[in-house]
């Protein structure tokens, strides 16, 4: 079960943050400025300006309220980009719809991370109107870290992983587990690797034997030599995923989740709208960003995922 050279650092030499200029968005923007920080990336602050946001306006008002918003934006990127003064950065407004627009920053940026901010639609208004945070993380070929609403921090502090949670599905070709072992040593943080027995689970699943077993694989993926400044705990859990997940967290104060998520190769429609997709009920409800790193396509081999 042992992962391929675990303990080898992890590369951000580019972050793509992006911003509707939101509270989420300011949040959001700490976490990317601590990351970049750490790592010593180059920070790019993106605002998209979708063709949505004038579709109640009559024709003939167009070109005003576009120059509006066009004006608005420069205005508080000009803000963002005083503050963000001190560390290597770039600021890019561009026109067209969210997601087309970060697939391209990504592709442009050659970005090693995305973090964005989500309000986290759930229920019927998802079912509705979708998720663009969960379509872009299902697709981004980088892994994804989306401040859900319920994170906070202080405006004053920078953001810390002091306390990470990894969430397995014991899969051995995992992308995750080598981000999650990364930022715990970068930040120095205590890690606790998580395995959710779901409730269908089959015959002797729930046994004693089982749970030694599974907390044995989740030993394994951290090796003795990783440079951990304490050693990582191991929980096995039984039950709906996401609620054992979000558990976990509750109860550690955790300040990040890292966990793999399927893409939407082939089946967008169905990940997007799947009520009881894991990786989306954990970003909606999180108290603590949420990072996400998409599994392989089907050419590329197998990888870790927990929905």
């Not at 010593?40 to 949505?52: F, N």
């Not at 070109?63 to 509006?68: E, I, K, P, R, T």
């Not at 089959?202 to 440079?227: F, H, I, K, Q």
């Not at 108290?287 to 995922?305: D, I, K, M, Y």
Request: aromatic share 6%; charged share 20%; net charge negative.
């Amino acid at each position: 079960m042992k992962l391929s050279e675990p303990t080898t650092k992890i590369v951000l030499k580019n972050v793509l943050f992006t911003t509707d200029f939101s509270p989420i968005s300011q949040t959001a923007l700490l976490f990317a400025e601590s990351v970049a920080r750490r790592y010593g990336s180059m920070l790019t602050v993106a605002h998209a300006i979708s063709p949505v946001e004038t579709r109640m306006v009559p024709p003939e008002g167009w070109g005003a309220c576009q120059q509006a918003m066009d004006e608005a934006a420069c205005e508080r990127m000009n803000v963002l980009d005083q503050r963000l003064r001190t560390l290597p950065h770039q600021v890019v407004i561009e026109h067209g719809l969210v997601g087309d627009v970060i697939a391209e920053l990504i592709e442009k940026t050659n970005a090693d991370l995305l973090v964005m901010g989500t309000h986290g639609r759930s229920g019927v208004s998802r079912l509705l109107m979708g998720s663009v945070a969960e379509e872009i993380f299902r697709q981004a070929p980088c892994p994804v870290l989306t401040i859900g609403p319920r994170v906070s921090v202080q405006a004053s502090h920078e953001a810390e992983f002091k306390e990470i949670i990894f969430a397995t599905d014991l899969n051995p070709e995992s992308l995750a587990a080598p981000y999650a072992l990364s930022l715990a040593q970068e930040f120095q943080a205590r890690l606790t690797l998580v395995h959710v027995v779901p409730r269908d689970a089959g015959p002797g699943a729930y046994s004693e034997y089982s749970v030694e077993a599974w907390t044995n694989d989740l030993r394994s993926l951290v090796p003795a030599d990783a440079e951990l400044w304490c050693r990582p705990e191991c929980e096995v859990r039984f039950g709906v995923p996401a609620d054992g997940i979000l558990d976990v967290a509750a109860e550690r104060h955790a300040d990040l989740i890292v966990l793999g998520v399927h893409s939407t190769a082939g089946r967008v429609r169905a990940a997007t709208h799947a009520i009881a997709a894991t990786a989306h009920s954990v970003v909606s409800w999180a108290a603590c960003p949420v990072l996400t790193v998409r599994e392989r396509r089907a050419q590329e081999g197998a990888a870790l995922s927990i929905d």
